[in-house]
């Protein structure tokens, strides 16, 4: 990459919490029209280091520079002024606000006094036809799919005009070809003299799409490397600080076993239709598809979250109705959301509370009151099975990285001791070390004969976990794939429907 001026430099960067030092002195630069990638495990300091870029934290110590003078960033509203512009990890969008409104929260367009509304949605639609996402601008955010809210969040930091934009996790819930369109618009931002920090637990695509990459430690700088001419392996050994050879447990082979669960013919208004499948009891099920194709749609249809008009569901060869969340629960079904914060942890509860939400009535109430003791053990055994990481048992999720969050919501739904457990991206947003822990438990659940349903955008997760892979497309089953089909080529052509030339 030729030299380009510096844009944006950080030095020496110190920030702790009640003492507690989190980032230790960290200093990179970026340059103009460069797209550096950023990564690290769960805890290793990235989110915080974006936060206080974005004025959303303010540095214990340490010096910013912008453009090669010294800038303070007090708040974010002084970083979206300075030219920087964030697309947040989670979610930042009011969901009774419609698609433009969300877009344009913050930097409204004005005829006048007047709001121009129609200017903005005409903005709001050229944004998302970039990113090949049509979407009714008009539409309530509350309505959307994660990956749809996904691009609007992009396209919400897109109409900033930024000179410099972050990505944090922005892929975690787009299929390859969302993702291939996002890295083409990146290029393009890059042509144009954008400078863009890209974070990712996906080292293929910091490979990609990157031109340097900045490794975190434990709070730490460990290295600012080339892209070129660096690997996966090297860049995951860096991260960790150790190899890491084996990312995936071997394929469990469920050929024979027992049926535990068929689905025939399932519809739910217009986005599914007819949707047939099964899973054998042992079994690691994988369902793939574009944004939109029905999966998670089939799930929450299947544990009772959303309306199925037709169908029949078959547990252990009998035909049950599940017509709500509690009943599928009381079937011994069992379903991790893709929408850890929105659907899934509760952000202000302890690990305790998170961990018998659901199962609080049946197993921790004594004469109306809460076993706090019981409770306090079932925290302390799924802590320990699961390597959740917290200062205490009693520290609020909210304080907590994505993988610890996600091995709580995980805690919380063994809980219930399910026969069948659904997850709908199980590892998004997670580091390497953390997905691998993930990988190893559901191998387990499966060789104690719990049945697993991953439902995934991530290629290379369905292809690594899954024996047998059901592919969806617009509401319906494409095709199932089985052993040796089990590759990328056959999953795009399915899910896309494109025939082979």
């Known amino acids: 990459m030729s030299e380009r001026a510096t844009l944006l430099e950080l030095e020496g960067i110190i920030k702790e919490f ?15 029209g460069e797209i550096m990638g950023l990564i690290g495990e769960n805890g290793a300091g990235k989110s915080t280091l974006i936060k206080i870029i974005c004025g959303i934290y303010q540095k214990t110590d340490g010096v910013i520079r912008l453009g090669g003078k010294v800038t303070e960033i007090p708040d974010y509203i002084t970083a979206k002024s300075l030219g920087i512009g964030i697309v947040p990890q989670e979610f930042n969008l009011i969901n009774y606000l419609t698609v433009y409104e969300n877009i344009f929260l913050g930097s409204e367009l004005h005829k006048g006094i007047l709001l121009d509304k129609s200017a903005m949605r005409k903005e709001a ?6 990113l090949k996402m049509p979407l009714n601008v008009n539409r309530m955010v509350s309505e959307l799919s994660v990956a749809e809210k996904q691009m609007v969040e992009i396209a ?9 934009l972050i990505f944090d996790e922005p892929t975690t819930t787009l299929t390859a070809v969302e993702i291939q369109t996002l890295f083409d618009l990146m290029r393009k931002l890059k042509q144009k003299g954008v400078t863009i920090l890209f974070v990712s637990h996906k080292l293929q695509e910091i490979l990609a799409i ?38 995936f447990p071997e394929k469990i082979d469920s050929t024979g076993k027992d049926v535990i669960l068929e689905v025939e013919k399932l519809c739910s208004g217009s986005l599914l239709k007819d949707v047939s499948f099964f899973l054998r009891k042992g079994e690691i099920l994988g369902f793939a598809g574009l944004v939109g194709a029905g999966r998670t749609e089939t799930m929450e249809a ?13 547990i252990e060869g009998k035909t049950v109705r599940i017509r709500s969340a509690k009943d599928a629960v009381r079937y011994g079904l069992g379903y991790i959301s893709e929408d850890r914060q929105g659907k899934g942890v509760v952000m202000n509860y302890d690990i305790p509370k998170n961990i018998t939400l659901i199962s609080l009535k049946e197993k921790y109430l004594r004469c109306g009151l809460i076993d706090k003791a019981k409770e306090a053990q079932a925290a302390e055994h799924y802590m320990k099975e699961f390597r959740i990481v917290a200062a205490s048992k009693k520290s609020q999720l909210r304080f907590f990285s994505g993988g610890n969050q996600q091995k709580v919501y995980l805690s919380r739904w063994m809980d219930t001791d399910p026969k069948i457990l659904i997850l709908d991206e199980p590892t998004r947003g997670i580091d390497i070390n953390s997905k691998k822990e993930i990988y190893e438990f559901i191998h387990r659940l499966a060789q104690e004969q719990i049945s697993c349903i ?7 997760e369905i292809i ?31 899910a896309t429907g494109i025939k082979r030339v």
């Open 210 to 247: 990157c031109d340097r990459v900045t490794v975190l430690r434990d709070g730490k700088l460990v290295s600012i490397d080339q892209v070129k001419g660096l690997s996966s392996q090297i860049l995951a050994k860096k991260m960790v600080g150790r190899d890491f050879n084996q990312v």
């Open 18 to 32: 009640s003492s507690v030092r989190v980032l230790d002195r960290v200093s990179f630069s970026i340059q103009e």
């Open 302 to 314: 299947l544990m009772g979250l959303r309306k199925a008009e037709k169908g029949a569901v078959r």
């Open 156 to 164: 919400k930091a897109m109409i900033l005009d930024a000179r410099i």
């Open 454 to 460: 991953i439902v995934s955008s991530e290629m290379e």
């Open 125 to 130: 639609e050229a944004q998302l036809n970039l």
């Open 464 to 494: 690594g976990m899954c024996d047998r892979v059901y592919v969806m497309r617009e509401g319906r089953v494409a095709g199932c794939l089985e052993k040796g089909q089990v590759t990328e080529e056959n999953i795009v052509f399915q």
